[in-house]
């Protein structure tokens, strides 16, 4: 009895997997054929990309993800000051120049130019490239900024929430001026375990307590931002975060050297911080002369502390932005040499020496690429058919879509999914892939990775029934 109880059980479940899988690709090839439909009505194809099921945005830094106006708002309520003619934020007391940030808030002329000065928005390059006004973009926000990097997490988890996307990886720096002033102690020898030794006698991870408890104060402003821990909690709350570890590579070698094994040692004492990468222009003067050097660290570093993860800007770069021939190593050194687990951007691929072999070992590998195409093309003035997003989906290599400054660039990631399907000409399969990409290459501890990838799954099924 019971084993034809089994028996009937088994053929139940063939029958019905066999009625699912039908249904399952009758769902994707509607969802397919209902975006070519919409693919030349940008407003229709916005609507039908802002409800499919995103996954993740695993390249966003923090400081840049957050809209001006909200950054504006905080300042003043802190007293902030903003230099009138250069449009740096301050804090108080305002000096000659100066004025209360408040003061924007009823000066309409002054609340534009300022908005205009912290983002892309209307930006039209001349005596000032796209590329400067972007990277200058960060320091004059920085002190508006300062006090509220969890309602900036909350923004950025609110509106992924409402694009229906699971988890972000925001960048933030942990304690930089401790690890600086060890760095400065310590000095600089070309020895790695030497210096790593002489960092750890010299009380680097001193500050680990004090970035436990950043991170801290930072989720608790999040949570109180959405109302996580009220009746009615925000959508927002539902989103994962994990944070990245930014390392500013513009940095001489003993300081970079020292947030980097700052970072490694923070991901391995508080698993809130799920990877590390190193940010700042990567055409930044001690940035190219340095990068060779800073890949070997990372090298000597991982297998230290064999579970942290990395995730690199790697290729950022085009022709005139930097010579020829720092075009053609940056993206392989950072595969080949530090193992990245992911990198970010990858412009210059067409650059490359070998870059055959570089997506070969990618593909191999599975080492991911987050792709920027509103970054790339303000930035780096990379964009159509120049870029190489196309020849990554072509070699194999796992693709998927990222903001990287949405607040700066005045972008969101359904944007991302319209311009990689209007210009770059992505299906709904590839579009679908990269959204399954972002998860797997997460850096989600593994079983919330598992049970996110469910809920993908299932978000993708309703989705898609609507198109059968």
Known sequence: MRARLLLVTLLGAAVLATAVAPAAEAGERGAARQLERLRGDTAALSAFLRAMPKGTDLHTHLSGAVYAESIVRWGAADGQCVD??????SYPPCAVGQVPLTKALSDQDLYQRIIAAWSMRDFTPGEESGHDHFFNTFDKLSAAFSQHKGDGVAEVAQRAADQHVQYVEPLITPQFGA????????GYTRDFAALRDRLLAGGLLDALPAARADIDATIAQQRAALG???PKPRAGCRTRVGFD?????????AVVFAQLL?????MADDPRWVGMNMVQPEDGSIALRDYRLQMRMIAFLRPLYPSGKVTLHAGELAPGVAPPDDLRFH???AVKVARADRIGHGADLRGERDPAGTLRTMRQRG???EINLTSNRQILGVFGRAHP?????????????STDDEGVERTDLTEQYVIAAQEQGMTYPQLKRAAENGLRCSFLPAGDKRAAMREQAAAFTAFERRWR
């Open 228 to 230: 996580c821990d009220t």
């Open 84 to 89: 009138t003619f250069t449009l740096y934020s």
């Open 367 to 369: 080492t991911c690429i």
């Open 262 to 266: 700052f970072g490694f040692a923070l």
């Open 389 to 401: 997003l196309r020849t990554y989906l072509k070699a194999g290599v796992p693709v998927t879509l």
């Open 179 to 186: 690890t600086s002033k060890v760095a400065a102690k310590v």
């Open 245 to 253: 570890v930014q390392v500013l590579r513009g940095q001489a070698p």
């Open 331 to 333: 993206i392989r050194e």
